[in-house]
């Protein structure tokens, strides 16, 4: 232990004197305490001026206990933080692979429906084209004269062609002209518009 100068002692003493009397008098009452934290910010600046002391000029000033515990901690924090955002992303990653599960199982479910709607359509259709071949040609040109545009063209294009022009012998020149048309432009390989 080195000795110090006889300068310091005072200011030493002093000072130690003080902090124990702050320490008795926070264990007396909350105003003493007010009062000794006051009377030692009054006597810390004027030990330091009695003392000649001052700080070198390039030297940082010392750090506050808060200042010190926010360094200290500022890894831990980051850390932390990373962690919750990491844990936040997992869970919207669950989520969105719950929502894409759901959604290939409707897309499976939905391509399922349209397949067999489309075979029931195509069944369907064989009836019908069956249906209207075995008609007598008059009542089918009647029929298919009631029908949607498009139906009877579709009718008509499955139709074997010497039973689909006899029934279109049958219909008045307007209706067997539009179905005419209708079927022609099914038939082109370009886009008719």
């Known amino acids: 232990m080195t000795a110090l100068p006889p300068s310091k002692i005072p200011t030493l003493q002093s000072r130690l004197l003080a902090g124990i009397a702050a320490t008795l008098l926070l264990c007396a009452s909350p105003a003493a305490a007010e009062m000794a934290s006051n009377e030692e910010a009054a006597a810390e600046p004027a030990s330091a001026e009695t003392t000649g002391t001052v700080p070198p000029a390039g030297a940082e000033p010392q750090q506050t206990e808060i200042e010190r515990f926010c360094s200290n901690i500022t890894d831990a924090a980051r850390d932390r933080r990373y962690a919750l955002q990491r844990q936040e992303l997992e869970a919207l990653q669950k989520d969105i692979d719950q929502r894409m599960k ?10 399922g429906w349209l397949r067999r709607r489309n075979d029931f359509l195509s069944k369907t259709e064989d009836n019908v084209v069956k249906i209207y071949s075995t008609m007598k040609p008059d009542a089918a040109a009647e029929r298919l004269a009631s029908v ?46």
């Open 148 to 193: 949607d545009v498009l139906v009877a063209a579709g009718i008509l294009m499955k139709l074997d062609a010497r039973k689909a022009g006899v029934i279109l012998n049958e219909m008045n020149s307007k209706a067997a002209a539009a179905l005419t048309a209708i079927m022609a432009s099914a038939t082109r390989k370009e886009d008719p518009s």
């Open 102 to 111: 759901l959604l290939e199982e409707k897309r499976a479910e939905y391509e």
